[in-house]
């Protein structure tokens, strides 16, 4: 299934998950570009989402205002719905309006892949190629992987550094799929020092050794971060 936490209280953009984009709140943008794929939920901080969300017919439910984040506040949806460990559950950012479903059905299908081997961690997420003018965003996290296409390192500083001129960069896409058990596990390691310091929630698995399976995709979608990447997304609608 389909969880999309939503936090009203954002930090360096508030409210930003209700911004108008095409005449649709964010939110709603968001689970309607993947309503075809699973059963999708809004796991939200604040009540005005969750009326928004049922005003368009989009399942929602209210969560904790204390979660450090969005996979905290999606494990806190997938207990309270009982789901089972086995399943799948990916977890589709709310400020993602113009996520391919094509990134969405790679990711889900890495997962069953972990599924099949029997991985004892199940958690996976999705990447492309950029250019290195735009590795340079801090807002555009780059991923740096082994020859296991797991990651190694996530940043908001451009990596690798290009020290020898022949350096790739690869964009982390904001998406992350998990089973239900390893979505538990995650959230019960302890808070790591990197996570904090770069503010990258994935950091705290790979700080504990767990592998972060990284699928590569092909995407021309974009997150909402600023206020200029909303009238960017604006803009498309015009």
């Known amino acids: 299934m389909i969880i999309i936490p939503a936090r009203l209280a954002s930090s360096r953009f508030p409210q930003k998950v209700l911004a108008d984009i095409g005449g649709l709140p964010m939110v709603v943008r968001t689970a309607k570009r993947v309503a075809h794929l699973d059963r999708v939920v809004v796991a939200a901080d604040d009540e005005r989402i969750i009326a928004t969300c049922k005003e368009y017919g989009i399942e929602a439910m209210l969560t904790s205002t204390t979660h450090k ?84 390192y996530f940043s908001r500083a451009k990596i690798p550094h290009n020290q020898s001129g022949e350096a790739v960069y690869f964009g982390h896409i904001g998406i992350y799929g998990f089973s239900k058990k390893s979505l538990k596990d995650f959230c019960s390691l302890p808070d790591a020092p990197i ?33 200029d990447d909303l009238k960017r997304a604006v803009e498309i609608f015009l």
Do not use: W
Not at 111 to 133: H, P, R, V, W
Not at 197 to 204: A, F, H, P, V
């Open 195 to 227: 996570e904090d310091i770069e503010k990258l929630e994935q950091l705290r698995a790979i700080y504990h050794g767990k592998n972060i399976a990284m699928v590569k995709v092909a995407s021309t979608g974009f997150g909402i971060d600023t206020e």
């Open 69 to 152: 984040s969005g996979t905290d506040r999606i494990h806190e949806c997938a207990t309270i719905l009982n789901l089972d460990d086995n399943e799948l559950i990916i977890n589709v950012q709310a400020d993602e309006p113009f996520i391919e479903p094509d990134v969405v059905e790679s990711l889900m299908k890495k997962l069953k892949q972990l599924q099949t081997d029997k991985e004892d961690f199940i958690m996976g997420s999705c990447y492309n190629s950029i250019n290195a003018e735009a590795a340079t965003d801090p807002n555009l996290v780059k991923v740096v992987l082994n020859e296991k296409s797991n990651a190694i």
